[in-house]
């Protein structure tokens, strides 16, 4: 495996390999890259698997990155190509030509993160989310929480206590009255200056 | 047609008598995955109710409810997560957050109830077959979501510090504090645990939003020595907090230190107390500690005039005296008296009430009045030769160095006491250049100082001679002998403390130069004698707990003359407490 990550490494601008084990290595490579790396993988190093394409989102760096994890029947091993790309029109270069099974992932990708492969058969088509509008929920701006809360109606007869506040009922109630009456003086006092300026 | 197309339909015949590939009835269970995520578990003595799990539940499916047989105690809400699994997605994020690591998933996945209630339940409360099992999911420290490490302080390495009485700890970058706030899971079980109940997770969310003047302002709600606390308190929110159940918990105390570090620019434009109407109410404040000086900081801001009488020559009580300067700077405390002069309050110094002042006088001239005199008298032991020049006592020991003296103690110092002013006096003794020995009649377990206390005590390179007491000092040659006795720990006494048994034949001696003794505190009875105001049988003012008055209409009392020697924060709270249960009184309620 050395080899082929060597060559990955000056052939296709490849970073440090990042070992996870000693079957199983990743390798990260400028975008533009991808599908020649891919296809070099393919048909010289013995690579003919494809065994899945993922993406992370990496919303802080603003990118989503992109896996292509590989297998070798003759080694034994797994080789993960991974790619960052720009989260905003996030597109990306199609191997549905390598491998026709490619298409389904990226369908998939297409669906859960709106990430566009153009030229994959179908790629526009939902898989799961029939009629789905907003932001595509595996995005990690999309606010599950809150969907749901929209989505699904509650149940009924359902309550829920805030810890901090059960404490203070249960244990100082008089003492958080206090607390609240000084809180109060001290905050209007300020309030009331505010106001007149 | 062909022949093969009428007779192919019987070709499948052929099987008929095989076995046959479906399964056969009562149907075999398959067992989920050993990690597989299943129905929840919860070992209910270890949840302590935080909540976090509710907070991020994306489904919304997590209740915290109550449940018969769990306390709402220190440091648990009592409450308990109930789980809807008509809207749980098995995503275990709950697992993956929980701090103490109580919730898990067992893998068992197959159950079955017609009726939709059923599926609403508190796991560990509501008994399930799964509860045992130990399949399933539970977190590891790679999934783990909770920091269990602390952001560091930047402090004075042990062998510098313990030569000059320069501040030791000194306070977190913004870097380190935003680190540190990152790790808070806002549960607020912290609040409970503070006696003045401080919107800890507030101002820590107050940091990390990078609002200082609002946590500055969060921090006078309830307290106006926060500067001080952030350095000294006994941090009782920090052994509330689930964090350190399985990791370090916040540190509380050096967040609200950060606060405060970085807002003295703006500490002077937040409280507006310029413009407040006079009630014209006079209120007079019988010592100037934390106590007393927090209920006259609040009874200010409700318009009365505040006056606060202290004997010695500065105000701060027991911070100034009591705490040496490593540990809480004289600056640091007379800036923030500063602030509560400036709300409106009147301190008279060096006026000591019994004295200069009669009780009976204050008594006539104010609407109401304040005790707050502390437990000032250190108190020794009844060992023969406690009275030697060489024999001192903690507290006046303490106020002596507070006061700039600089006492010559030779080379060797016994501290006797396991307390925080026997640790306060035992490095005090060391910056002084002695060498110290404390020594504790019980184990180290059982010291009621702080154990960070202890700790920094021990990288000074403070001794301890453990299980031992003191029966007896005399003066030889210029030196003191101290003869001591070796004890065991016996049964445990009314405080829950194992009792400390000397062992017979066990004498030894100890050659020192000088001893403290750190034992314990009084209260001062001058007041409440002239007053008549009614001592507990400790010798403490009584004093009502939720309105502070004492025997004498008018008068209220509180801080440690009325608790008996405590922390400050302690007293600060009940500082506070005074001044609202006074303003009520003074408005006729």
Same mark, same amino acid.
């Given at each position: 495996m050395k080899d082929t990550i060597d060559k990955i490494r000056s052939m296709f601008d490849g970073g440090d390999a990042d070992e996870k084990r000693e079957d199983l290595v990743f390798v990260t490579v400028p975008a533009t890259q991808v599908v020649d790396c891919l296809g070099y993988l393919r048909d010289r190093a013995g690579y003919r698997h494809l065994v899945m394409i993922s993406?992370?989102?990496?919303?802080?760096?603003?990118?989503?990155?992109?896996?292509?994890?590989?297998?070798?029947?003759?080694?034994?091993?797994?080789?993960?190509?991974?790619?960052?790309?720009?989260?905003?029109?996030a597109s990306m270069d199609s191997i549905h030509r390598l491998w026709a099974a490619a298409q389904v992932y990226q369908r998939e990708l297409r669906e859960m993160f709106g990430i566009d492969f153009p030229g994959s058969p179908r790629v526009d088509e939902p898989m799961l989310l029939e009629g789905w509008e907003g932001i595509p929920p595996m995005r990690r701006d999309f606010d599950t929480k809150k969907y749901?809360?929209?989505?699904?109606?509650?149940?009924?007869?359902?309550?829920t206590a805030d810890p901090a506040t059960h404490m203070a009922e249960k244990n100082y109630a008089s003492e958080e009255q206090v607390k609240r009456s000084v809180k109060d003086l001290v905050r209007g006092r300020r309030k009331r200056k505010g106001n007149d300026g | 047609m062909k022949l093969r197309d009428i007779i192919s339909p019987f070709y499948a015949w052929k099987r008929a008598f095989e076995k046959p590939f479906t399964i056969m009835r009562p149907r075999t269970d398959r067992e989920g995955a050993p990690a597989y995520r299943g129905f929840h578990i919860n070992d209910l003595g270890k949840c302590v109710g935080c909540g976090t799990c509710e907070a991020i539940c994306q489904n919304a499916a997590i209740d915290m409810v109550e449940l018969p047989g769990q306390e709402t105690k220190r440091g648990d809400s009592g409450l308990r997560p109930?789980?809807?699994? $008509?809207?749980?997605?098995?995503?275990?994020?709950?697992?993956?957050?929980?701090?103490?690591?109580s919730l898990g998933m067992s893998n068992e996945y197959n159950w079955i109830s017609d009726d939709g209630e059923d599926w609403v339940f508190v796991p560990g409360g509501d008994q399930k077959p799964w509860d045992m099992s130990e399949k399933g999911y539970r977190t590891t420290d790679e999934s783990w979501l909770i920091e269990p490490v602390r952001a560091s302080m930047r402090f004075v390495e042990p062998d510098v510090r313990k030569k000059n009485f320069d501040e030791m700890m000194l306070g977190y970058t913004t870097e380190a504090a935003l680190e540190e706030a990152a790790r808070c899971i806002e549960c607020g079980l912290c609040i409970e645990a503070?006696?003045?109940h401080m919107d800890v997770p507030q101002y820590i969310k107050a940091i990390r939003d990078g609002e200082l003047e609002e946590g500055l302002r969060i921090l006078y709600d309830t307290n106006p020595f926060s500067e001080s606390c952030g350095r000294v308190c006994t941090a009782h929110c920090e052994t509330a907090c689930p964090v350190g159940a399985q990791g370090r918990p916040l540190a509380i105390r050096w967040?609200?230190?950060?606060?405060?570090?970085?807002?003295?620019?703006?500490?002077? %434009?937040?409280l507006e107390t310029e413009d407040i109407p006079a009630t014209g109410k006079k209120v007079a404040i019988i010592g100037a500690g934390p106590a007393g000086l927090t209920a006259g900081f609040y009874l200010a801001h409700y318009?009365?005039?505040?006056?606060?009488?202290?004997?010695?020559?500065?105000? !701060? $009580?027991?911070?100034?005296?009591?705490?040496?300067?490593?540990?809480?700077?004289?600056?640091?405390?007379? #800036?923030?008296?500063?602030?509560?002069?400036?709300?409106?309050?009147?301190?008279?110094?060096?006026?000591?009430v019994g004295k200069d002042i009669s009780a009976r006088q204050i008594l006539d001239d104010y609407d109401a009045v304040f005790v707050s005199v502390g437990a000032q008298i250190g108190t020794d032991m009844p060992v023969e030769g406690s009275d030697l020049p060489a024999v001192h006592i903690g507290l006046d020991f303490l106020d002596r160095i507070s006061k700039g003296e600089r006492p010559d103690i $030779?080379?060797?110092?016994?501290?006797?006491?396991?307390?925080?002013?026997?640790?306060?006096?035992? #490095?005090?003794?060391?910056?002084?250049?002695?060498?110290?020995?404390?020594?504790y009649r019980r184990s180290r377990k059982e010291m009621p100082a702080n154990a960070e206390e202890v700790e920094e005590a021990m990288e000074e390179g403070v001794e301890f001679n453990f299980l031992t007491t003191p029966e007896k000092m005399t003066e030889q040659g210029g030196r003191l002998h101290l003869?001591?006795?070796?004890?065991?720990?016996?049964?445990?006494? %009314?405080?829950?403390?194992?009792?400390?048994?000397?062992?017979? !034949? %066990?004498?030894?001696?100890?050659?020192?130069?000088?001893?403290?003794?750190?034992?314990?505190?009084?209260?001062?009875?001058?007041?409440?004698r002239e007053a008549g105001i009614k001592l507990d049988k400790w010798g403490n003012f009584e004093a009502d707990q939720e309105r502070m008055t004492t025997s004498i209409d008018g008068v209220f009392a509180g801080g440690d003359c009325e608790t008996g020697p405590d922390d400050a924060v302690g007293a600060i709270g009940t500082g506070k407490k005074a001044a609202w249960s006074i303003n009520e009184y003074l408005s006729g309620r």
């Open positions: 993406a992370v989102d990496y919303i802080e760096r603003g990118v989503f990155q992109l896996t292509y994890l590989l297998h070798s029947y003759e080694k034994q091993n797994d080789i993960g190509i991974r790619a960052d790309i720009g989260r905003d029109d749901s809360e929209e989505t699904f109606f509650p149940r009924e007869g359902r309550k | 109930s789980i809807d699994y $008509g809207r749980c997605c098995w995503c275990a994020l709950c697992v993956d957050v929980c701090p103490t690591a503070c006696p003045t967040l609200k230190r950060y606060i405060t570090d970085n807002t003295l620019d703006i500490r002077d %434009s937040i318009g009365h005039e505040v006056r606060v009488f202290e004997q010695q020559d500065k105000p !701060g $009580g027991m911070l100034l005296s009591g705490i040496p300067e490593y540990r809480l700077p004289d600056e640091v405390l007379a #800036r923030e008296i500063k602030v509560i002069e400036d709300a409106g309050v009147e301190i008279k110094t060096g006026v000591r $030779g080379k060797k110092t016994i501290v006797v006491g396991g307390g925080n002013t026997a640790m306060d006096v035992a #490095r005090s003794a060391l910056r002084l250049g002695s060498e110290v020995e404390v020594v003869t001591c006795r070796r004890m065991r720990l016996g049964e445990p006494d %009314s405080s829950g403390r194992r009792r400390p048994e000397a062992i017979e !034949g %066990s004498e030894f001696t100890i050659e020192a130069d000088t001893c403290v003794m750190a034992i314990g505190q009084k209260v001062e009875d001058e007041v409440a």
